[in-house]
């Protein structure tokens, strides 16, 4: 399996620090971990174990979504 990209869409940003939309650009890898590249203005980069620990994290009860680029089984 190759790496699977993804964004982070935001629709309400509660700490006025990421903003809104498109806020990280991700890729989850064959093994399950996940890389984050925010795109705020004090960009950085975080690897977490699974796309599960991401949604939790950041996903502030639905107003954060995971968007796919890559269909499943298929990546980059």
């Known amino acids: 399996m190759l790496p699977r ?3 982070l869409f935001r629709l309400e940003d509660e700490t006025g620090v990421s903003g809104t939309g498109v806020i990280v650009e991700g ?4 093994d399950g ?3 984050l590249r925010w795109l705020s203005d004090r960009t ?9 620990d991401v949604e ?6 639905g107003k954060t979504r ?3 680029i890559d269909p ?3 990546g980059a």
């Not at 939790?56 to 009860?61: C, L, P, R, V």
């Open 5 to 7: 990209r993804f964004h």
């Open 27 to 30: 890729v989850e890898f064959s």
């Open 33 to 35: 971990s996940v890389a």
């Open 44 to 52: 950085s980069t975080a690897i977490y174990g699974s796309i599960d």
């Open 56 to 61: 939790a994290i950041h996903g502030h009860g």
């Open 66 to 68: 995971v968007q796919w």
């Open 72 to 74: 499943a089984g298929e």
